[in-house]
C-alpha cells in the first residue's frame, strides 16, 4: 500500500508528496484556483475532486489508447497515485481553434476555425510569467535532447487525435489545452500534470457555451456548474 510522506511540491492548484515507494508520488487536487499567473486568485468548489475525477478518467483513457503517462491509480476524492518524474520546464500548448491569448496575440476572432492544430511551446516560469518560446529552444538550453523533443511531439499529435474525438463524442469541443511531460529515471517520457478544465479551453457543442476555467478567468459565472457538468459529460457520474 501506497503511504504519503512529505511535501515536494506545492503549486496552484496541486500538492505533490513523496510516498514510501521512490517510483511514485501522490498528487493532491486543491480548489484553489488562479489565473494571470496568479495575479486573480480564488477558490472554485469541489474542483480538486471533479478535476481528479476527470484527469483520472482521461488518463485511463489516453493509456488504453497507448499514450504512456505518469498516472498509476485514483487513491480516494482528492488523491491519485502518479509516477516520479523529473518534468521538463516546457508547457506544450495545442490549439484546435482561435481562442485566448493566440486570439489576442493575432488580433482574430475567438472560435475562428483553423486549417490544422498550432503547436505552441512556453517556459514553465512563473517569475517570467511563462514566456513564449520556440520549438528548438528546448534543445538549444540543455533542457531536452532532439530525440525527446520529437518523442514528445509524436505523442502530442497521438494525444491530440484521441483527446477531440473522446470531447466531440461527449458534446465537447476542444478547443485548446495545455500538456506537460516528464521523465523517470531510466529516461522514459510520460503525460504528466493533470488533464482538466483547469488547463483545457472546452466548448458545449451546438451552443459554444464553456464549460471551463475562462469563466473564472473572465467572471462569467456557473463556475462550479460546468466544471460540473463537463465531469458528468466525461465520466457519467460526479
Ligand atoms: P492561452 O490562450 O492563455 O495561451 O491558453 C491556452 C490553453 O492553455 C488554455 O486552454 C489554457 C491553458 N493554459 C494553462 O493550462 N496554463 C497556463 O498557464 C496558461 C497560460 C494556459
Ligand atoms: N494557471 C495559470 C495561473 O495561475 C494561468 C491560467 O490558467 O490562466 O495563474
Redesign the pocket.
Known sequence: MLTRKEKIYEGKAKILYKTNDPMYLIQYFKDDATAFNAKKKGTIVNKGILNNQMSSFIFQFLEKNGVKTHFKEKLNDREMAVRALKIFPV?V?VRNCV????AKRLGLEEGMALQQPILEFFYKSDPLD?PMISETAPVALGWMTQKEVEYVNQEVWKVNKLMTQFFDERGIDLI???LEFGKDAQGNIFLADEISP????LWEKGTGEKLDKDRFRRDLGKVEESYEKVCRLICGTL
Open positions: 508547457e500548448v481562442a485566448g491569448s493566440l511563462d485548446d489545452y495545455k483547469d488547463g483545457c479551453r
